[in-house]
């Protein structure tokens, strides 16, 4: 048994019961806690206590870091049961660092965002050797080198997360989140045994330092959890992964005590001091600190040798005691990292070498359909269970039809299965059977699954034309119809929808002008004032301009250009919908795919329902621009490009009047714009219409020139 097994044993009654909290004076702050020393406490327990923690700390690096250890479990698990003792009879000297606070606390109510101090960016993937060289050629190119120095290492298959220490003591620590913003698991980290709550002070400590690294489980722990799950009668975690992430954003940090989870570190993020010149040295810092790194790395002096590891560590990985899926390669001097930079997700400098997926041979037992936020129809395969890597797999993506065409799966079939990127299953092949009696080819549904609505097809794509009634796209259509392009409702963002869809509130778009501030203030984050500002803001969309209501309505192909097209083309909404194929496609900027989409869309009864319920509710639409009455206008089929700022017209406000007069509105300046509006600080498109011979004009002569165009003095 490890020690950290034993230490597990000693502490609690049973796998899942919490583990008993010293009696000791908390005061909680923040993310940390402070504790009251006692006077009457005795010089040579103290000195003993501390003693104790050092020799208890050390072992802990020695195990969890260096992997080295240099006593026995039984004697480990002397030391720590006489802190527990001397912690228990003198419980004033308990202090948050102490090895034996790692039970967790009481439970919270929502895990609260944090900011990252640097972006947590992913990694750009690769799984062919062309790829690798291909990245190499890069690197040598710009940092101009005729070879580079990288450092390799496992990528773990885990929960990234965000540590920081603060004058050696870990004071926070968050999940990755959007790479921005995390979520703060500070308590359930500090349950982790190979986390050190205080750094090593040997070589010293910088102030604050921010470290990355990898929460996950090991495998044989990982089984021996689902087990004990198991037998108890819930449901066991699909992989590893899972469970260290379910585990890890647990509100009941006691429950995360329970769990066997472990942190790997690899990147410094941030630090109050000179930063190591190489990556490698980094990591080596890093476990001077007491700070578990990867202990199978290399340092390869060129391509070659990250290909060689490569392929090492693709050979031991079924016998290492964790998940991985590939190798880290970064390029190792920290000062080419920089030069190198980063893209808008991911570093320049560093790639996941991934490992060929693994493959298992099962059964396709059915074929289902699945209906995704935004309509698209994904077909599914449900399998007969099979281990793939370690991890059961009963479903997987076939993509679209025409990759199930491809492929020619059928319900019956055998089937080689995969985990994509050794996480997402998908199905590689078909595995054909002698004189095996194969099921008919299958055929997409003609209705929607979810809400019987006719389907569509773009391409290989399906999907469900009911948009304003499909009970899969109703969040995604709500947040859409309330987004500043459309009817700009305020105060009804994504979290906001949820609630409103998740507790019935909202079932179709026609309820949000239903809703009353009762019904909002038993919300979460709703008080009195919040609730009457959204109704108000709901009852004020019910005017609405035609482009503005095309544009929230979701349409497949209509965004907020079209929309416009539509609504200078058209002189109401019932004349758009009343629109057949061939009479859009007389519009010069609609082609056959937004036609489809278009006659697609009221061709399906219910959304024209839908609509129909909104102006029953009181909606009210703005009749559009009729071509008639466009001809009329001097500006009719003119182009405007503005640079700078306006002091009368927003930039909304100037681009409507324009549209209203038949003109539009260009970003760039060509030979083709008939005027440049130049207002204060104008850029480089003041210059190039200079250059072209393009007409000029300040704001005040535009207005003047808008101003005539709607018949008023200039």
Request: glycine share 6%; charged share 25%.
């Amino acid at each position: 048994m490890s020690n950290a097994a034993k230490v597990k044993a000693n502490m609690a009654p049973s796998s899942f019961d919490p583990l008993p909290t010293p009696m000791v004076r908390f005061e909680t702050v923040t993310s940390s806690v402070r504790y009251h020393p006692s006077p009457m406490a005795h010089a040579d327990i103290l000195a003993r206590l501390i003693a104790l923690k050092d020799e208890i700390r050390r072992h802990d690096y020695l195990y969890y870091v260096k992997g080295r250890p240099e006593i026995s479990d039984s004697q480990y698990d002397r030391l720590f049961r006489e802190l527990i003792d001397l912690e228990h009879t003198n419980p004033e000297l308990v202090t948050p660092d102490s090895p034996t606070q790692r039970v967790g606390a009481p439970p919270l109510e929502s895990l609260s965002k944090v900011p990252h101090e640097q972006p947590m960016l992913s990694l750009d993937s690769i799984v062919d050797q062309e790829e690798v060289q291909a990245f190499n050629q890069r690197m040598t190119r710009e940092l101009e080198t005729p070879s580079v120095e990288y450092s390799a290492e496992p990528k773990f298959d885990g929960l990234s997360v965000e540590l920081v220490y603060d004058y050696g003591m870990f004071t926070r620590g968050a999940t990755r989140g959007d790479g921005t913003t995390g979520e703060d698991v500070t308590v359930n980290l500090r349950t982790i045994r190979s986390l050190p709550l205080q750094l090593q002070a040997q070589s010293g400590f910088p102030d604050h330092l921010v470290v990355r690294g990898e929460v996950y489980m090991r495998l044989d722990d990982f089984q021996a959890l689902n087990r004990r799950i198991t037998e108890r009668g819930d449901d066991a975690f699909a992989n590893p992964r899972n469970a260290a992430s379910g585990s890890l954003r647990q509100l009941d940090s006691t429950i995360t005590a329970t769990r066997p989870l472990v942190v790997t570190c690899y990147e410094i993020m941030a630090l109050s001091t000179p930063a190591p010149p190489t990556h490698w040295e980094e990591l080596e810092q890093l476990a001077r600190w007491g700070i578990p790194v990867p202990t199978h790395r290399r340092l390869c002096a060129s391509i070659d040798d990250v290909m060689a590891f490569h392929r090492e560590t693709e050979s031991i990985r079924d016998r290492l005691l964790y998940e991985i899926d590939g190798v880290v390669v970064k390029v190792n001097r920290r000062d080419w990292q920089h030069r190198l930079g980063m893209k808008s997700r991911s570093p320049r400098w560093a790639i996941a070498y991934k490992f060929t997926p693994r493959k298992e041979i099962t059964v396709v037992e059915d074929i289902v359909v699945s209906v995704g936020r935004t309509g698209t129809l994904t077909p599914v395969a449900l399998l007969k269970p099979v281990e793939v890597g370690g991890v059961t797999i009963s479903r997987a993506t076939l993509h679209n039809a025409d990759e199930v065409a491809r492929k020619d799966i059928r319900i019956g079939d055998t089937v080689k299965v995969e985990r994509a990127g050794d996480v997402i299953p998908a199905i590689a092949e078909r595995v054909p059977i002698p004189d095996e009696r194969r099921s008919v080819p299958f055929l997409m549904p003609d209705h929607c699954p979810m809400c019987g609505s006719n389907v569509g097809r773009e391409g290989a794509y399906f999907y469900c034309t009911g948009q304003l009634v499909c009970g899969a796209q109703l969040k995604g259509a709500i947040e859409h119809f309330a987004s500043k392009h459309a009817l700009n409702i305020e105060g009804l963002g994504k979290k906001t929808v949820a609630q409103l869809v998740d507790e019935g509130l909202v079932r179709s778009l026609a309820d949000l002008y239903r809703l009353t501030k009762e019904d909002l203030v038993r919300l979460e984050g709703f008080a009195d004032r919040s609730a009457t500002a959204l109704v108000e803001s709901i009852a004020g969309s019910k005017a609405v301009s035609l482009d503005r209501f095309l544009m929230g309505l979701g349409i497949r192909q209509v965004g907020q250009h079209i929309a416009k097209v539509l609504a200078r083309e058209f002189t109401s909404l019932e004349e758009i919908m009343a629109a057949d194929r061939e009479r859009l496609l007389q519009i010069r900027e609609i082609g056959p795919e937004i036609s489809d989409s278009l006659v697609a869309y009221w061709s399906e009864p219910r959304n024209r329902d839908a609509i129909a319920q909104l102006q029953t509710l009181g909606l009210q639409i703005a009749p559009g621009l009729a071509k008639g009455d466009r001809m009329e206008s001097l500006l009719a089929g003119k182009t405007f490009v503005f640079t700078g700022g306006l002091d009368h017209f927003t930039r909304d406000e100037a681009q409507r009047a324009v549209e209203t007069a038949g003109a539009r509105v260009a970003s760039s300046v060509s030979k083709k714009t008939s005027y440049v509006v130049a207002g204060r600080d104008p850029g480089s498109k003041l210059d190039q219409a200079r250059m072209l011979g393009v007409p000029i004009l300040t704001e005040q002569e535009f207005g003047a020139l808008i101003g005539e165009e709607k018949g008023k003095p200039s």
